[in-house]
């Protein structure tokens, strides 16, 4: 018991405090954590220093420590999903004043609490069926076409991704230098939908960024769509929209460094096909079999 409550001191000591405090709402159930003498007041030069005094912030580690310790091992939170009005009062007491309207929808959504309202859901058979008809191709596999493979899978659309390099993670793959790590925390910088508690830092190094990403895009199998080592090499200007209602073709020419099972030689031109609908504008190609030609 001694050693676990050092290292819950140690962990209380780093903590941020808001963020503590509006935990502790949850795990206790227990509204009365948002005092207002412990509404935090940020300096610009110091983003670590919540400006709480150095005896409140003493009061609250204390507090916080009785009531972790007195939780029964296992616990559930008590408040596991805060209604939205508790949750508004959470968020506008870590941001210490509170948070315009306009953005309160958008934070509410990502912190994703009961699953993500961006998962695609098309309850009608018409845009079911749309998704069924479409091949999209994706370039590149960082976080944005990691992200665009997972949502279109989760919307029944056929795609493929084309990445240059043998593995995913775009940025976090290339950038290697000693100290190269993101500038915004990680708990943003991070899918809503995959969040990650395990975080060694606040800001963590490009390795950890890129395991995160790895583990993203295997979580999802996602690599049995994507052709590494292949890059897409041009995509004639005549061809770059498709509007609603119409239909379009279009080639566009990928060069690739290693056999895969559609592209024998090393140069090749995919020709697509963009049947496009208002509900669905993303471009379409017909399977990889039909349009390969060589150059
Ligand atoms: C050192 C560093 C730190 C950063 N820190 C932050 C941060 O803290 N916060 C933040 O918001 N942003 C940060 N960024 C910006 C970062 O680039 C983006 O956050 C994010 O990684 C972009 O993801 P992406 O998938 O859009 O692009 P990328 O990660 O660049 O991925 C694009 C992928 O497309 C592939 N590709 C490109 N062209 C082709 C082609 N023609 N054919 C085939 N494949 C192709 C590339 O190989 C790459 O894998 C940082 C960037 C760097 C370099």
Redesign the pocket.
């Known amino acids: 018991m001694a050693d676990a409550e050092r290292e819950l001191d140690e962990v209380l000591k780093d903590a941020h405090l808001p963020a503590l405090v509006v935990a502790m709402v949850q795990l206790t159930g227990d509204e009365s954590w948002l005092r207002p003498e412990w509404t935090p007041s940020y300096s610009p030069l110091d983003r670590n220093d919540p400006g709480i005094p150095a005896d409140e912030q003493a009061k609250i580690r204390e507090l916080a420590k009785a009531a972790i310790l007195a939780r029964p091992p296992g616990a559930e939170a008590k408040i596991p999903v805060p209604d939205t009005a508790l949750l508004r009062r959470m968020m506008d007491f870590v941001a210490g004043a509170p948070i315009p309207e306009g953005y309160a929808p958008f934070l509410l959504d990502e912190l994703a609490l009961s699953g993500s309202s961006k998962d695609p859901q098309f309850e009608q058979p018409r845009l079911k069926e749309a998704a069924r008809r479409l091949k999209v191709l994706v370039?590149?596999?960082?976080?944005?076409?990691i992200l665009t493979g997972i949502r279109l899978s989760q919307a029944g659309v056929q795609f493929e991704i084309?990445?240059?390099?043998p593995d995913v993670?775009?940025?976090?793959?290339?950038?290697t230098y000693p100290g190269?790590?993101?500038?915004?925390s990680n708990h943003m910088?991070s899918y809503s939908f995959e969040p990650n508690h395990a975080w060694p830092q606040h800001f963590s190094p490009q390795p950890e960024l890129l395991k995160y990403f790895r583990g993203v895009a295997d979580k999802y199998d996602l690599r049995k769509h994507i052709k590494f080592e292949?890059?897409?090499?041009s995509l004639p200007s005549s061809s770059r929209s498709a509007y609603p209602g119409s239909t379009a073709s279009f080639a566009c020419a990928?060069r690739s460094g290693s056999p895969s099972p559609w592209n024998s030689t090393r140069a090749a031109r995919i020709a697509f096909s963009s049947r496009s609908s208002r509900s669905a504008s993303a471009a379409a190609i017909r399977p990889a079999s039909q349009v390969l030609r060589r150059r």
């Open positions: 370039v590149g596999a960082g976080m944005s076409g084309v990445e240059k390099n993670g775009g940025t976090w793959l290339v950038n190269c790590r993101v500038d915004n910088y292949t890059s897409v090499e990928v």
